[in-house]
């Protein structure tokens, strides 16, 4: 009788279940079959390691199957998914640049030997391989792993890898290959960002912000963490928005993973993140007395705080001083000691910079740094600093270019933002922008003073958050163009007049070349003067003075 009344799915439901998903599981297979003889061919020069890369391939090809699939009612647009392809394939392909590359045209460090674009992605993956090969728990990454990885995540997900997946020799692409894929996720939540917020235009071109931004591929295409919290932060502000507009309960839980997935990978930006989230709701919430009387705010508002608090104190009291025990003092304890490093970093590692701090009153130098850490990679000294390794040049100058576009457009959203001119016709899209604004600036300015002017810390500490800055750029970008603001010119302007006037600086600092102005601030002065003059000047072009209005032909 119970059996008489079970209702089993049909042969005919079956079928259609399978046609509808033979198509994408083929495309994943022989993708996968394809790069994994690639790959295992360009590390050992042979096939014989073939079984860990397809295997890693097919997993990573699936993952990013089941994150297309999780976004369901958002109906994803087709060409979506030829960009989420493409976005892995390039972040992929620069990771074998890398690997095949720069042991002939690196600086010759160890590092670069080993085919690895940054030192601290060598070392965090060359320990992964040994403690995958010890007898030593997989947890073990999360304890007294100080030099290899800070927080341990990184290096855990490796070991995993390598352990579990890996074969008899170590195979760094490995870790490539789920870096690419899980970094690409970051163009679906950009989308899906951008979307909610703003609208479709904004999202698609966010979106191949997303997939082509220098600072973000490179990350994704190389060992680091922050391949990992780029897509998780913006996992993190999707599910934000999408709570906030249609109250799912999905929305919550991609928040609340997002934040505890990066407490792994780094407590320092997992507190930031949650930071953000909590101010961006109580911005949004159209009451605060509403909020506190949702059922759900205060046990999972306590929660993720007692869990990010746990996670910063088993994190941080490996580095803090022994007796000091209170989370809220390590976090207080950590950014002194950030602000301290980078300073004498700073500091020490450049000789004009140690001549404009004994010019200028203390007060002074920890704004020069942060606004230094700002520019960071300098485009001029990037076109113009040369490097006897052949490859460096080049890419150097493509991460410059790219930070140099987003800051522009950064600038520029900040001033449409609050200049109140948006004609964007979603009325919730001005505000989140203003949110968002602020926001991007917050973590811009933190990253530069806890990263200083380092050219690879400051700058992968800020594209943690990549997904909002891009997405915001591509909101101004629209609007510019369906308004037709003046001030993305002149922001434009303004901003390639400060770094021509930087360039001959720079000339004379590494050619000889003869020029009269060596002051730094005088050059600076010098841009910011011209910048004024033309802004001025443009104003005055676009809008005439009420007399000159009133000679016009009628």
Not at 547 to 553: G, H, K, N, S
Request: a positive charge; one cysteine or more.
């Amino acid at each position: 009788m119970v059996m008489a009344t079970l209702k089993l799915p049909s042969w005919q439901s079956f079928s259609v279940w399978i046609k509808s998903i033979w198509k994408p599981l083929a495309l994943i297979l022989g993708t996968s079959i394809l790069l994994a003889f690639l790959l295992a061919w360009i590390s050992t020069g042979s096939i014989y390691s073939v079984l860990p890369f397809l295997v890693i391939t097919l997993l990573s090809g699936l993952m990013l199957w089941g994150a297309w699939g999780l976004f369901g009612k958002e109906q994803l647009p087709g060409w979506l998914g030829y960009l989420l392809v493409g976005a892995v394939l390039l972040r992929l392909a620069a990771g074998v640049v890398w690997y095949v590359a720069l042991p002939g045209w690196g600086h010759d460090s160890q590092a670069e030997k080993a085919g690895y674009i940054m030192a601290d992605a060598a070392e965090r993956d060359q320990e992964a391989w040994k403690l995958a090969q010890s007898d030593q728990p997989l947890w073990s990454a999360f304890r007294n792993n100080r030099s290899a990885d800070q927080y341990g995540g990184m290096l855990f997900i490796s070991a995993l890898v390598y352990r579990y997946l890996g074969g008899q020799a170590h195979l760094p692409l490995q870790m490539v290959v789920i870096s690419a894929a899980f970094s690409s996720l970051a163009v679906l939540f950009t989308w899906g960002l951008a979307r909610r917020a703003w609208s479709a235009p904004t999202a698609r071109l966010a979106a191949w912000g997303m997939a082509l931004y220098p600072e973000v591929v490179l990350l994704g295409s190389s060992q680091m963490r922050e391949a990992f919290l780029v897509p998780l932060t913006a996992a993190a502000f999707y599910g934000l928005l999408r709570y906030r507009q249609n109250n799912e309960r999905a929305g919550l839980v991609w928040g609340v993973a997002a934040v505890l997935l990066c407490l792994a990978f780094s407590p320092p930006i997992a507190i930031l993140l949650l930071a953000l989230l909590a101010i961006t709701t109580l911005a949004m919430a159209g009451s605060f007395k509403d909020l506190l009387r949702q059922r759900w705010f205060w046990p999972v508002a306590i929660a993720l705080l007692l869990i990010v608090l746990a996670g910063v104190w088993l994190a941080l009291k490996q580095f803090a001083p022994a007796r000091m025990n209170n989370p809220l003092e390590m976090i207080s304890w950590w950014l002194r000691k950030s602000a301290d490093l980078q300073a004498y970093l700073s500091q020490h590692a450049s000789g004009w910079m140690q001549k404009i701090f004994r010019s200028t009153p203390e007060w002074m130098h920890l704004p020069l740094l942060v606004t230094y850490g700002v520019l960071q990679p300098f485009l001029p000294a990037a076109l113009v600093a040369g490097s006897h390794a052949p490859a460096w040049p080049w890419i150097v100058a493509w991460r410059s270019i790219g930070w140099t576009v987003l800051l522009v457009f950064l600038i520029y959203a900040l001033i449409l933002a609050f200049l109140e001119k948006s004609k964007d016709q979603n009325p919730f899209g001005p505000r989140f922008a203003r949110l968002t604004s602020l926001t991007v600036w917050v973590v811009v300015l933190l990253a530069s003073f806890r990263g200083g002017a380092d050219m690879w810390d400051n700058p992968r500490y800020r594209a943690s958050f990549a997904g909002l800055q891009i997405a915001l750029a591509a909101w101004a970008w629209i609007e510019h163009r369906r308004q037709a603001d003046p001030w993305l010119r002149r922001v434009l302007v303004g901003v390639a007049l400060i770094l021509a006037w930087f360039m001959p600086w720079y000339l004379r600092r590494y050619t000889g070349l003869e020029w009269p102005v060596v002051d730094l601030f005088k050059t600076l002065g010098l841009g910011f003067a011209s910048t004024i003059l033309f802004i001025l000047w443009d104003w005055a072009r676009v809008d005439p003075l009420p007399a000159e209005r009133d000679t016009q032909p009628i």
